[in-house]
């Protein structure tokens, strides 16, 4: 139990956290670490106490930049080894080019989603030089994946690759930070 005046500890946290992450507005901080505006809102004001789990939420959101090395420029595995964890993930045609660049909350479902999808623009291939949109499976033959717990940081990573393989990916975007 706090001491008479004083807001329990994991307010006082919150609110620390708040001063040191250098975010003015509480719309800005609850963005950043990743939580709705209202309810950051109630906890800065000691209205609600906020639980273990939306302290670590919002410490991982500011603070945790880790990128992990699940697979880099290799075959692309079985379904059944893709872990099932957010990350970024990195489309190779047989050249080693950057064919698609992607941001996952489950990379064994959104990479095996995005291999079944067709490029966005036609190409010609074949002894006729015929105009075909392939799926992009057809055309990679390396992938490479990155565990990136952070929604914040994996949205920001998959924007600045965008920018540094612009015009050479079948992305249809080229990203934003935030």
């Not at 939306?54 to 992990?68: H, R």
């Not at 993930?89 to 050249?95: A, I, Q, T």
């Not at 941001?103 to 959104?110: R, V």
């Not at 994996?154 to 600045?160: D, W």
Request: glycine share 8%; hydrophobic share 35%.
């Amino acid at each position: 139990m706090p001491a008479k005046g004083r807001k329990p500890k994991e307010v006082e946290f919150i609110r620390q956290l708040k001063e040191l992450s250098g975010h003015a507005s509480v719309s800005d901080f609850a963005k950043a670490c990743g939580k709705k505006q209202a309810n950051t809102s109630n906890y800065l004001l000691g209205k609600n106490v906020p639980g273990k789990k939306v302290l670590k939420d919002c410490l991982w959101n500011l603070f945790g930049w880790d990128c992990e090395v699940v697979l880099e420029i290799a075959s692309v595995p079985p379904q059944a080894n893709v872990p099932a964890e957010p990350g970024i993930y990195v489309l190779y045609d047989s050249g080693g080019n950057v064919l698609y660049i992607g941001k996952a909350t489950s990379l064994k479902t959104e990479l095996f989603q995005t291999l079944r999808r067709r490029i966005p623009v036609s190409i010609r291939t074949g002894p006729s030089l015929d105009k075909v949109r392939p799926a992009l499976q057809s055309l990679t033959s390396y992938v490479s994946l990155y565990r990136v717990r952070s929604g914040r940081i994996r949205h920001n990573l998959e924007a600045l690759m965008l920018r540094v393989f612009a015009n050479q990916t079948h992305n249809s975007n080229i990203g934003q930070f935030h």
